[in-house]
């Protein structure tokens, strides 16, 4: 039941399902859903670490879950693999692939991805933005902190939400810097999210959970905008629609302010899109581009830090190494800072190790093919979906020892080398490698070991009373927990050293 080879001349696809004339695999995909978990089962079943499925009449979708195959792809052979598919979730959210990480291949894409590597995370602008991040850091601690106050006995410690305190983190940092405000709307008193910053949130959660869905119109492309079949069209756009209403009126706003002498001085990422010259962006690809920064940051820290700590309530002497190596970097008299965050190496292990185990999405954006080639003997036609599995890297057994066991040690050389988040072997992914890899690392890097040390060094976390420890199950549609983490927080510092302000 392998698929048959394109022609007796070139090598054969790589192993998979039989196709039906025409529909492919359409409906297999439609009865196994979720579409990963079926794809993930189809390697194990075929025993194949790359997997070809034919969806629709044409498009072949590769899955691929071993580091040397990865390798091919995104070292090797990057300047094939540098496209991303025509689907209707990104051409929705990219406003028609006006920003960066949907664009196809092409002059938009270099553009763009010019614009954001030297003008948005390079390293003068990360300092540039740096007191925005120390203000949502100092924030962070001052909201856990009035939740603990809020018991009676503050010994006791607060029931913290770990979920909604990591992912509003994400979003009023990406707030913060772009639009220069971590509000859209009152807040609320304690500090916590209001209603409007709540909606925002769960709407770019919307965004992430339909790009690249494996929606059924995008394998025969000529109904899309005719039918919605599987009601992604509608849910894609109620949600841009929310995410918009919150951001487009502020950044019309700020452009009517640069053209009208109301604006001189740059201040947040938005001033610096507005600003940018040769050419000039638009409008339109300024809001674009603005959804994108921010749906690409509200996922994976926020992600990895709940299923840190829920593996920490459960082991411990995890809690306790990370808190002995604050309290030897640190010490009790201050927070941690940016500047801490190199020596803190154990803390980092923590987060590469979520990486590996829990990634937020079960494969990195799809990769398209702009010509025909060969990978790994097998034949990949032009214009094929790779799907390089963050799930399926992270859990290979031929890589990893006891992969299901969470042990942040595998990240730690012995020798006191620092440890980076990214694993330039593929032997997980962390931002991927190569022309399409992510721009943001350093700032990606930052917020979530920031977002982590701080949570750490501030409060010892405890499983709520009525528990003897969390049930740490994974979601079957997604890879995040299956019920938002709860946790008991206790200061742990001298009360003087949390901000009050
Ligand atoms: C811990 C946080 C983050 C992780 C783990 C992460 C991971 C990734 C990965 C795996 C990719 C796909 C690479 C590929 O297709 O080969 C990517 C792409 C991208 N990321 Fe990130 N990212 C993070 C944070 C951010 C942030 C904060 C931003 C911007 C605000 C960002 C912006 C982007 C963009 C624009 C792309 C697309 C690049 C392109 O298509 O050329 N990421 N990221």
């Given amino acids: 039941i392998l698929n048959k080879k394109p022609s007796s001349k070139s090598p054969p696809l790589p192993p998979g399902p039989t196709p039906l004339p025409f529909i492919g695999c359409i409906i297999q995909m439609l009865l196994n859903?979720?579409?990963?978990?079926?794809?993930?089962?189809?390697?194990?079943?075929?025993?194949?670490?790359?997997?070809?499925?034919?969806?629709?009449?044409?498009?072949?979708?590769?899955?691929?879950?071993s580091p040397n195959i990865a390798c091919e792809i995104l070292k090797k052979q990057d300047d094939i693999f540098i496209s991303r598919p025509d689907f209707m979730s990104a051409y929705l959210i990219s406003d028609g692939y006006l920003n960066t990480a949907m664009s196809p291949f092409g002059?938009?894409?270099?553009?763009?991805?010019?614009?954001?590597?030297?003008?948005?995370?390079?390293?003068?602008m990360l300092k540039w933005l740096q007191p925005k991040r120390d203000e949502e850091a100092d924030l962070l601690v001052r909201y856990i902190f009035n939740q603990t106050k809020k018991q009676d006995?503050?010994?006791?410690?607060?029931?913290?939400?770990?979920?909604?305190?990591?992912?509003?983190?994400?979003g009023n940092m990406m707030r913060n810097m772009?639009?220069?405000?971590?509000?859209?709307?009152?807040?609320?008193?304690?500090?916590?999210?209001?209603?409007?910053?709540?909606?925002?949130?769960?709407?770019?959660?919307?965004?992430?959970?339909?790009?690249?869905?494996?929606?059924?119109?995008?394998?025969?492309?000529?109904?899309?905008?005719?039918?919605?079949?599987?009601?992604?069209?509608?849910?894609?756009?109620?949600a841009i629609a929310t995410v918009r209403k919150y951001q487009d009126s502020l950044i019309d706003e700020r452009i009517r302010m640069w053209n009208n002498g109301g604006r001189m001085e740059k201040c947040d990422l938005l001033d610096v899109l507005i600003q940018h010259d040769n050419p000039k962006l638009s409008p339109e690809g300024i809001k674009a581009q603005i959804i994108e920064l921010m749906v690409a940051t509200i996922d994976?820290?926020?992600?990895?830090?709940?299923?840190?700590?829920?593996?920490?309530?459960?082991?411990?002497?995890?809690?306790?190494?990370?808190?002995?190596?604050?309290?030897?970097?640190?010490?009790?008299?201050?927070?941690?800072e940016e500047?801490?965050?190199?020596?803190?190496?154990?803390?980092?292990?923590?987060?590469?190790?979520?990486?590996?185990?829990?990634?937020?999405?079960?494969?990195?954006?799809?990769?398209?093919?702009?010509m025909d080639t060969t990978v790994a003997g097998y034949f990949i036609p032009k214009g094929s979906h790779i799907l390089l599995s963050r799930y399926?890297?992270?859990?290979?057994?031929?890589?990893?020892?006891?992969?299901?066991?969470?042990?942040?040690?595998?990240?730690?050389?012995?020798?006191?080398?620092?440890?980076?988040?990214?694993?330039?072997?593929?032997?997980?992914?962390?931002?991927?490698?190569?022309?399409?890899?992510?721009?943001?690392?350093?700032?990606?890097?930052?917020?979530?070991?920031?977002?982590?040390?701080?949570?750490?060094?501030g409060f010892t976390w405890e499983v709520p009373r009525n528990k003897r420890c969390v049930d740490l199950v994974e979601n079957h549609d997604d890879l995040s927990l299956a019920q938002p983490l709860v946790a008991v927080a206790k200061p742990r510092l001298p009360s003087c050293i949390y901000p009050t302000f």
């Fill in 33 to 65: 859903k979720p579409t990963f978990r079926w794809i993930h089962n189809l390697m194990d079943q075929f025993d194949t670490p790359i997997l070809c499925i034919r969806l629709g009449p044409s498009t072949h979708v590769i899955a691929v879950s």
């Fill in 107 to 124: 002059e938009q894409w270099k553009k763009m991805k010019r614009v954001i590597n030297r003008e948005m995370f390079s390293s003068p």
């Fill in 153 to 170: 006995d503050v010994t006791e410690g607060g029931l913290i939400n770990i979920r909604t305190v990591t992912q509003q983190f994400c």
């Fill in 178 to 238: 772009i639009l220069g405000r971590r509000l859209i709307g009152r807040g609320m008193e304690d500090g916590g999210p209001g209603e409007e910053e709540t909606e925002h949130v769960e709407a770019l959660l919307s965004i992430l959970e339909y790009l690249y869905a494996f929606c059924v119109t995008d394998y025969f492309p000529w109904l899309r905008g005719k039918t919605d079949l599987d009601g992604h069209e509608k849910n894609t756009r109620a």
């Fill in 300 to 336: 994976n820290p926020s992600n990895a830090v709940e299923w840190i700590i829920g593996e920490m309530l459960n082991e411990p002497m995890i809690q306790k190494r990370a808190v002995d190596e604050l309290d030897h970097v640190v010490g009790h008299d201050r927070l941690v």
């Fill in 339 to 370: 500047q801490d965050l190199p020596q803190l190496n154990y803390i980092k292990a923590c987060i590469k190790e979520a990486f590996r185990l829990h990634p937020f999405a079960p494969f990195i954006l799809p990769h398209v093919s702009i």
């Fill in 392 to 457: 399926g890297l992270g859990r290979n057994t031929n890589v990893w020892e006891d992969p299901l066991r969470f042990n942040p040690d595998r990240h730690l050389d012995g020798e006191g080398k620092q440890v980076v988040l990214s694993n330039d072997e593929l032997r997980m992914i962390s931002f991927g490698t190569g022309k399409r890899s992510c721009p943001a690392m350093m700032l990606g890097s930052t917020l979530t070991i920031m977002l982590l040390a701080r949570m750490i060094q």
